[in-house]
């Protein structure tokens, strides 16, 4: 008998490491079509790893009271052969000048993590779930508006930093771990005795594991409240200098 193996281009796409298994069937038939098929299945993986290099002798010009740095300048030849998406960068004391970004205006304190979350934006109701040890699996409300009204409104630092997130979790792809790193960074700020959260009877201040759970149970992702802990705020496109920082060594660090 005479086979003819039928092919055709087959596209796969990289799904990552956690991809399901692809099927691909090969299928031969004879003259008198006799009909015999075989089966492989394939894994695509990327399995070059990416390289993030950053310039650190960057020299800033200040010809006004502030200078904005696009992120991209602190990269210095950053590669992925998927591409990179999304290029990012912080100073590492975003939060700490208050004449550049007071998390606290109104001089407001928080006693419990319920109040400080919806604070920033998540819904109580959801809040109420996650703390009493429920867990939402990713599907939740989060109304930035309120972190707008209630922590990032008083100067045109912080009201860039909300643009950023409002951005990072409207129409970036991969934002939303990155939204959740600044969420995360913004509450542990706000449960800090020395900045406006509240001690206990004890004198003990907010346990931060709580908010780790908070961020595990609201994805359904073990781990992932550390994973944003990790990561942090104050992530955006452009990085801010003012002329104080003539004298200083400023530190960024940058994201792809």
């Not at 800033?60 to 740095?69: A, G, M, P, Q, T």
């Amino acid at each position: 008998r005479v086979f003819n193996h039928i092919t055709d281009p087959i596209e796969v796409p990289f799904e990552g490491a956690d991809a399901p298994l692809r099927e691909i069937v090969y299928e031969a038939v004879d003259s008198c079509w006799n009909v015999s098929t075989w089966s492989k299945y394939l894994k695509v993986k990327d399995e070059t790893v990416p390289h993030v290099v950053t310039d650190d002798a960057i020299r800033v010009s200040l010809n006004h009271k502030e200078e904005w740095i696009a992120a991209d300048v602190f990269g210095e030849g950053s590669y992925d052969n998927c591409g990179i998406e999304l290029e990012l960068a912080r100073r590492t004391d975003w939060w700490k000048d208050p004449k550049c970004v007071n998390l606290c205006p109104s001089g407001k304190t928080y006693g419990n993590w319920a109040d400080i979350l919806v604070a920033i934006g998540f819904d109580r109701g959801d809040v109420n779930v996650i703390l009493s040890g429920g867990t939402l699996n990713g599907t939740y409300d989060l109304d930035l508006e309120r972190l707008k009204e209630n922590i990032l409104s008083d100067t045109k630092i912080e009201e860039h930093y909300f643009k950023s997130i409002a951005w990072l979790w409207e129409d970036s792809d991969c934002g939303e771990k990155v939204v959740h790193g600044w969420l995360y960074e913004i509450a542990k700020v706000l449960s800090d005795p020395g900045y406006c959260g509240l001690t206990d009877e004890h004198g003990n201040a907010l346990n931060e594991e709580v908010l780790r759970e908070f961020f595990d149970r609201l994805t359904g992702i073990p781990g992932y409240g550390k994973e944003v802990a990790y990561l942090g705020g104050g992530w955006s496109t452009d990085v801010p200098f003012k002329c104080e920082d003539a004298c200083e060594a400023v530190t960024v660090e940058y994201l792809a």
